[in-house]
Every structure is written in C-alpha cells, then in structure tokens.
C-alpha cells in the first residue's frame, strides 16, 4: 500500500517514512503543501499522512483543495491541541486527527483502521484476503500462510508477495517490482530485486511440494500455479 507523507519537520518526515516503510508501506514525502497537494492529486495513494501547519498551502488548504476531486483517506497530525482545531479539521474533511508528540504505534494503529474503513469503497468485498492454491494473505492483519503454516515474512517481503497476489498470473519485470515495493528506479548492476525474491521463495515454496512463484527468463517473475 502507498502513502504520502507531508510534513515540513524534516527529521519527523523522515522517521515517518522510515517507521512506515519497516512496517511495510511504500512511502512518499512532501515537505510543504504545494507539492504535498501536487502529489497527492497526481498519485494513487492509499493514505494520506498530513501535517496541519505547512509552508505554502497549510494542511486545511490543501485537504479543501483535495476533497473537490479525491476521497482518499488523511490522517491529519498536528501540535495544536484546542477542540475546536480538531473540529475544524474533521469538518474540513479529515478521517482522523493525531496530536503531536504521538506514539508511533498508535499512528500505525490509526493508519491500519482508515486503511480497513476505506478498502470496500477501493475493492471489491473481501479484497483484503488473497489467495492462490493453498496461499493466503490477509492484507489488514499482515499474516500469510500457506497450508495452513503461518509464513515468517520480513515486511518487504510481505509487500513483494501482496503484489505477486495482485498481478497473480502476470508477470512482473524487476523494473515494476523495483518501482512498487522499493519506490526506487532498477538498476541493472544490482541484484536486490532477485536476492529478495529468492529469500521470499525460500519461505513460500521451499518447504512445500508445488512451486508458486516462478521465473521467466529474461523477463522477470510471476506467482501462479501451474501443473506439474
């Protein structure tokens, strides 16, 4: 899933998106309001995270300006603590509303429950459970299994194999999978990419007898079943 950050504290910015990141978001930034408001108009986000006091367009500004095209679901962060700052921003469109200083795991906890309240109006019923053959995945409690045995994932290769499940049956170039669950550009000299897919076949197919996840020479990877 992939959220934007916009939040002019820089070193807070940054904890954000490396806390949110670990938990296995892909993560944008934006450090003022009028390329907060460029990005999140122009991208496909899951959530946003938005700071109430920014340079450029303040965080009501930009949440009025957003709220004209897109229902995305903002997390508004703030230091301002009067009642009537939170009213106005409820009202002015935000699903929830954090005071800072807060706890990291309670802004996960928020983040996961705007995620669960908004994915039936982004998928069909049921979207947040994926499966192919044996393998399941249950995107908002971020457990895996297969056979019924739990899998140990890593949070990247939680969000490489929701992937996988999403495009079950095409295949997905290192390119597309470096711009998805690395939110960075491929580059060739590198083996990031096949070392994590490596690892995450150890854990998917390994210890079972049918291989789900294959390689396609030359083109990249792909999760389906096929017959032995």
Request: glycine letters at 8%.
């Amino acid at each position: 899933m992939r959220l934007l950050v916009i939040e002019d504290e820089v070193k807070l910015a940054e904890y954000l998106r490396k806390g949110l990141t670990e938990e296995g978001y892909v993560v944008d930034v934006a450090h003022n309001g009028v390329d907060g408001l460029h990005l999140a108009m122009e991208g496909d986000y899951d959530l946003l995270v938005l700071d109430g006091m920014l340079p450029g367009i303040d965080g009501l500004g930009l949440l009025a300006a957003l709220r004209q095209s897109k229902q995305t679901p903002v997390l508004m962060l703030t230091a301002r603590v009067r009642v009537e700052d939170r009213v106005k921003g409820l009202q002015g469109g935000a699903d929830d509303y954090l005071v800072k200083p807060f706890a990291f795991s309670e802004l996960v906890a928020r983040i996961q429950v705007l995620l669960r309240r908004a994915r039936p109006a982004r998928e069909p019923e049921g979207a947040t459970v994926l499966g192919l053959s044996d393998l399941e995945m249950d995107l908002l409690r971020r457990k895996a299994t297969r056979a019924g045995r739990r899998l140990d994932l890593t949070a990247k290769e939680f969000t490489l194999l929701a992937l996988l499940l999403r495009r079950q049956g095409e295949v997905l170039s290192r390119t597309e999978i470096a711009e998805q669950v690395w939110d960075i550009n491929f580059d060739s000299a590198t083996n990031v990419i096949d070392v994590a897919v490596r690892r995450l076949r150890g854990k998917l197919d390994a210890p079972f007898e049918r291989t789900l996840l294959h390689t396609v020479r030359g083109m990249g990877y792909v999760l389906e079943e096929r017959e032995e």
